[in-house]
Structures are given as structure tokens and as C-alpha cells.
């Protein structure tokens, strides 16, 4: 699963790197977010998605589907890769409304520790999905069964998406996303940095670069 994450790239930058994953030019109508380092379920999260121009815009981490009425029960801030084509409360948004989670790293509990998972200086972007029910833009991380060298941590691994993969995530049929629903390629896992953090993470009121010490 992915329950916290980090994004500390902003402004012009979290652009640039915006554009080069997707290949293409992308605004930010109402800005960019300020550097956050404990990012939770319910809270506000950047996504990018296509519309007529590519977007970066702010929503709500955990999926509101078109048809739900009220933001009763548990946030849907996951979508398991095995399932989110069918399942009810995410196949709609599959069919097209798919979308890409920056991210500088992510936490992960192991025997009650938590670690930080990054890519190094590079920004991750994580394969998602959006909606527009109860008239807010609200996201959802796509999730798969983990793989070595990783899948000590836990084993669940949020879907990871290669530069060479984010086109037919955005932009393909249904049929073609369906094809991704495999976790990330072991080569992309193994660059990947893992260490313990600070256990002050599991307070969300915590939000300051200290915590990746």
C-alpha cells in the first residue's frame, strides 16, 4: 500500500519534471504546492492528468466516485491493481480518467519502523486515477503485489511508472492500461533507496524535512 508520501520538488521544477515524464508542455492554473514531507490520505495532493491542455492541478487524496453521494466511510486511497478495471467504486474512472502522482519518496512501516523510499534525486510518478464526484477533484494510487529486492518492506508496491510507460498509461484505451497492471520493473526497484526514518512520521500533524532524518 502507499499511505504517506513526500513531495519537497516545487514550483518551476516539479513543472520541469512534469513536462519531461509526460512528454509534453503542462500548467499549473492554481500554482504549484509548497514542499510537503508527510502527505496523508484525505489531505490535498498534485496530479497530473490531460484535459485539453495537460494539467498539474490540487485534489483530494482518496477517490470520490461520480455516483457517490456523501464522504462517508474509509478514504479510497488505494486501488488494487488486480481489481481496479471491475470494481465498482474505480472501473469508470479506469475507462479515462487516469492520471500520474508525483512524489519524492514514500513511507513504509516495517516491524513498526518507518522507512523512506526514494529514487534518489528523481521524482517518482505513480500511476492513478481521478473523479470529479461530490464536485472535487479526488485521486486514487494504483497499487500491485510488491517484488524483490523491495517486497521485505511490505507487499504492496504502488505502481510505479517508467518515462517510457506514461504515455499509454495517460493516453491509451482501456485495454492498453489494463496492460500495466503488473508491478514495476524489478530494474526500476533495484535503483531504489530505503532507509529508516523518524518515527515522529506517524503523526500526521508532522510535516517538516526533519522527518527524513
Not at 489531505?43 to 462517508?72: T, Y
Not at 488505494?78 to 469508470?92: I, L, M, Q
Amino acid at each position: 500500500m502507499c499511505g504517506r508520501f513526500v513531495l519537497f520538488t516545487t514550483g518551476d521544477s516539479l513543472l520541469e519534471a512534469a513536462e519531461e515524464a509526460v512528454g509534453r508542455p503542462v500548467t499549473a492554473p492554481q500554482g504549484t504546492p509548497g514542499p510537503r514531507y508527510n502527505l496523508a490520505p484525505t489531505q490535498i495532493v498534485p496530479i497530473v492528468r490531460p484535459a485539453e491542455e495537460m494539467l498539474l492541478e490540487p485534489a483530494r487524496w482518496g477517490l470520490f466516485p461520480h455516483w457517490k453521494k456523501d464522504d462517508s466511510g474509509p478514504p479510497l486511497f488505494n486501488a488494487r491493481g488486480e481489481t481496479v478495471a471491475e470494481k465498482p467504486s474505480f472501473r469508470d474512472a479506469f475507462k479515462g480518467q487516469r492520471c500520474v502522482i508525483p512524489m519524492d519518496g514514500y513511507y513504509e512501516w516495517h516491524k513498526k519502523k518507518p522507512h523512506f523510499v526514494s529514487l534518489g534525486d528523481e521524482v517518482m510518478w505513480a500511476a492513478g486515477l481521478w473523479s470529479t464526484g461530490l464536485d472535487q477533484l479526488s485521486t486514487t494510487i494504483v497499487t500491485t503485489e510488491s517484488i524483490e529486492p523491495i517486497a521485505w518492506l511490505h507487499n504492496r508496491l504502488p505502481r510505479f511508472l517508467e518515462h517510457d510507460e506514461i504515455e499509454q498509461w495517460l493516453f491509451g484505451p482501456a485495454d492498453a492500461a489494463k496492460e500495466m497492471l503488473h508491478p514495476v520493473s524489478k530494474e526500476w526497484v533495484e535503483k531504489l533507496s530505503i532507509r529508516e526514518v523518524s518515527s515522529d512520521v506517524g503523526n500526521v500533524r508532522n510535516d517538516h524535512a526533519g522527518l527524513l532524518d
